[in-house]
């Protein structure tokens, strides 16, 4: 059975090495330990595209200790900094929100684009009084099944008339590990394909397809019931006859997701604003929102 995760962690673990091909490092950030995943070359036993894959563990937030919210914040921000270093500082961005804000587990994304400060209007029409700010759109393009449109339709629609410099896109995550779920964060500079942890694959949305480079920031929010089960049953060394029962995906998700979801994506709208807003705090973006 194919094992089901977004996360490039795992696909290493789950190939029992890192290969010629990927190289893997740890250090700590803001407390945090942060797993960085460099494929350098397409490989089938990975089955990810080169790139680089940042991987945030944090527990602490989760937990909801004192401090745990800013530093996330900021190691969000440095982490997304570090995989656009060469974006201009005045190129306008584009933020998309991707998933259903109507499916809590899917809802990161679009909950997300609450907490992300939109200025692009506010820079093009009063540009003295906001000449510090980079212009920002903010996206929730919702899904297929609700707008009768495709995700990248919709995407490439707005690229063609905004031309931005970069686009972070924000979406849920399929982990294989229960121990993932919403206290990982995963930043990677390939893009993302909308739908493909919980098999449903939609457009990419790629350098190579908007023709601008894209940001892909995600929480795993859900482990797939068929890769639990698999996983379960060789660490017990039982069959697991079930599975082949199993028409249709079946998702696992923690009790407090509804929390745990508003939570993940307001850190994640923040580390979003203090990238591309450097002069700004964690205050200053309490108050713009308010």
Do not use: W
């Not at 290493?12 to 990927?22: D, H, I, K, P, V």
């Not at 397409?42 to 937030?61: H, M, N, Q």
């Not at 294989?176 to 098999?199: A, E, K, W």
């Not at 745990?260 to 990238?275: C, M, S, T």
């Amino acid at each position: 059975m194919a094992i089901r995760t977004d996360l490039a962690v795992e696909v290493l673990e789950n190939s029992g090495q890192t290969t010629q091909n990927a190289v893997q490092t740890e250090k700590n950030l803001e407390g945090f330990r942060l797993t960085q995943v460099e494929i350098h070359r397409e490989d089938k036993r990975i089955g990810k595209p080169p790139g680089s894959y940042y991987t945030l563990s944090v527990d602490a937030l989760l937990r909801r200790e004192e401090d745990a919210f800013p530093r996330t914040c900021r190691a969000v921000a440095h982490s997304l900094g570090q995989l656009a270093q060469q974006l201009d500082p005045r190129a306008p961005v584009l933020v998309i929100g991707l998933g259903n804000r109507a499916v809590t587990p899917d809802a990161i994304g679009p909950l997300c684009c609450q907490s992300v400060l939109a200025t692009r209007h506010l820079v093009e029409r009063s540009p003295a009084q906001f000449h510090a700010f980079r212009p920002v759109a903010v996206l929730a393009p919702g899904v297929l099944g609700t707008t009768g449109v495709e995700t990248g339709e919709i995407v490439m629609g707005v690229i063609d008339r905004i031309r931005p410099g970069l686009v972070i896109a924000v979406d849920a995550l399929a982990a294989r590990r229960l121990s993932r779920l919403m206290c990982t964060i995963q930043m990677t500079d390939t893009g993302i394909v909308p739908g493909s942890g919980v098999g449903n694959a939609r457009a990419a949305l790629t350098k190579q397809e908007l023709g601008v480079p894209v940001l892909a920031v995600g929480v795993p929010t859900v482990v797939d019931g068929a890769t639990l089960a698999a996983d379960i049953a060789e660490q017990s060394g039982a069959s697991c006859e079930a599975l082949d029962d199993l028409h249709t995906p079946v998702l696992v998700t923690t009790r407090d997701v509804d929390q745990q979801v508003a939570d993940a994506a307001r850190v994640i709208g923040y580390g979003i604003n203090l990238f591309l807003h450097p002069t700004l705090n964690i205050t200053d973006i309490d108050l713009f929102l308010s």
